[in-house]
């Protein structure tokens, strides 16, 4: 059993991977979502009503670099195959919003991933996905209206779309790791998740 309480297995076919599936999706209505625990606020800037979180990552961007054992993205990634399920989120705290983002995030990367046959494909695919635009609040492309304030100034936008860039390919390095077996191979029992619709939002 994983962090978030989640059994892991090993499956040989797509069959027994969906069934798990339905099992999980169980699960889901009869639990709570799975909240960010970085309700402590203290000394972090935030952007459009957002928290820019520390992040265990090399990437250039405004994060502030922690050593911590646990920073945000391990918890979307840990937190994702049980919250996926559900369609309304009860936020608590502004790390929530971006739990959130997130997890809708690892949503759009999974299907991007989910015909690519190699972890070589898979890159190749993650790479291109990190290529495109990240919009912010305000922007028509951005999919969450009202979960973060839109931007009071041409700086703040380009803060917070930084940071989320940041945040999504550090976000999908981690997330290859989980999609692929250490021999190049594609983990189903993560790219069948590619199927869901986390609060019913269609992934294109």
């Keep these: 059993m994983d962090q978030s309480g989640i059994l892991q297995f090993e499956w040989s076919n797509v069959s027994s991977c969906m069934k798990l599936i339905e099992a999980v999706k169980i699960f889901g209505k009869r639990t709570m ?5 970085f309700i402590d606020e203290e000394g972090i800037s935030k952007a459009c009503g957002c928290p820019l979180l520390p992040l265990k990552s090399h990437i250039k961007g405004p994060a502030p670099v922690t050593d911590q054992g646990t920073d945000i993205v391990d918890e979307a990634i840990s937190f994702f195959r049980a919250n996926v399920f559900f369609r309304n989120f009860d936020i608590k705290s502004s790390a929530d919003k971006l739990l959130i983002y997130l997890t809708l995030y690892i949503n759009v990367a999974l299907k991007r991933l989910e015909g690519c046959r190699t972890l070589a494909e898979g890159t190749k695919a993650i790479i291109n996905l990190g290529l495109e635009k990240v919009p912010v609040p305000g922007e028509a492309a951005f999919p969450f209206a009202g979960l973060f304030s839109v931007p009071q100034s041409p700086h703040e936008a380009e803060l917070f779309r930084t940071y989320l860039k940041q945040i999504r390919e550090e ?9 692929y077996r250490p021999n190049g191979t594609p983990n189903k029992w993560w790219l069948a998740f590619a199927k869901r619709k986390f609060m019913n939002i269609i992934v294109p």
Excluded at 171 to 179: H, K, M, N
């Design 33 to 37: 979502v799975y909240h960010s625990s």
């Design 171 to 179: 976000t999908s390095g981690r997330l290859l790791s989980c999609a």
